[in-house]
T-cell receptor, first 112, second 117 residues
Framework: GENVEQHPSTLSVQEGDSAVIKCTYSDSASNYFPWYKQELGKGPQLIIDIRSNVGEKKDQRIAVTLNKTAKHFSLHITETQPEDSAVYFCAATHSGYSTLTFGKGTMLLVSP | GAGVSQTPSNKVTEKGKYVELRCDPISGHTALYWYRQSLGQGPEFLIYFQGTGAADDSGLPNDRFFAVRPEGSVSTLKIQRTERGDSAVYLC???????????????FGPGTRLTVL
């Protein structure tokens, strides 16, 4: 089955800096890669996703890149703000299988 | 519009007891998923419903766990003879289609935190 590795497990940045979280996956058939943000006591909320037919996707301060050859994808957050502090999860799946395989998460702390 | 809701938000029970956890998906969503999230980990898949039927229950850890979705909307996750190792946050998600060949977004509820004493 699919295996998703996520790094780093924790990330501390100063407000205004950029943050990068990286994930690798094992199943070459995977073609959908969502990123979720989870705040304390809440469920995961989708922030951005990417399908395998594109290499990059942006939404304001958030971007995701995908390298299918290397089987890795990354989340980039620019101009970080304290409210970006949360746990971020990457996930992977493919069109023949509907459930998501998640990484272990990255705790992002943005200091004012 | 209303998102995925789960009740109760917290459940404390004693070892050996039976518990039921409820999930109300987004109206009109065909697919419903249950995940379990242990402390410091990502969600792990338990079971997936397409309409009323369980399309994939390969993530259920053992036969103490069972889930139903009798009318294709609300789902109940049932755990018999609870053990301390069952303590976790149980998350429910729904998506519009969820069928093989589609890649629609899964929307998560807030979860039920289960504590087995």
């Amino acid at each position: 089955g699919e295996n998703v590795e996520q790094h780093p497990s924790t990330l501390s940045v100063q407000e205004g800096d950029s943050a990068v979280i990286k994930c690798t996956y094992s199943d070459s058939a995977s073609n959908y890669f969502p990123w979720y943000k989870q705040e304390l006591g809440k469920g995961p909320q989708l922030i951005i996703d990417i399908r395998s037919n594109v290499g990059e996707k942006k939404d304001q301060r958030i971007a995701v890149t995908l390298n299918k050859t290397a089987k890795h994808f990354s989340l980039h957050i620019t101009e970080t703000q304290p409210e970006d502090s949360a746990v971020y999860f990457c996930a992977a799946t493919h069109s023949g299988y509907s459930t998501l395989t998640f990484g272990k998460g990255t705790m992002l702390l943005v200091s004012p | 519009g209303a998102g995925v809701s789960q009740t109760p938000s917290n459940k404390v029970t004693e070892k050996g007891k039976y518990v039921e956890l409820r999930c109300d998906p987004i109206s009109g969503h065909t697919a419903l998923y249950w995940y379990r999230q242990s402390l410091g980990q990502g969600p792990e898949f338990l079971i997936y419903f397409q309409g009323t039927g369980a399309a994939d229950d390969s993530g259920l850890p053992n036969d103490r766990f069972f889930a139903v979705r009798p009318e294709g909307s609300v789902s109940t996750l049932k755990i018999q003879r609870t053990e301390r190792g069952d303590s976790a946050v149980y998350l429910c998600a729904s998506s519009l289609w969820g069928t093989s060949g589609t890649l629609d977004t899964q929307y998560f509820g807030p979860g039920t935190r289960l504590t087995v004493l």
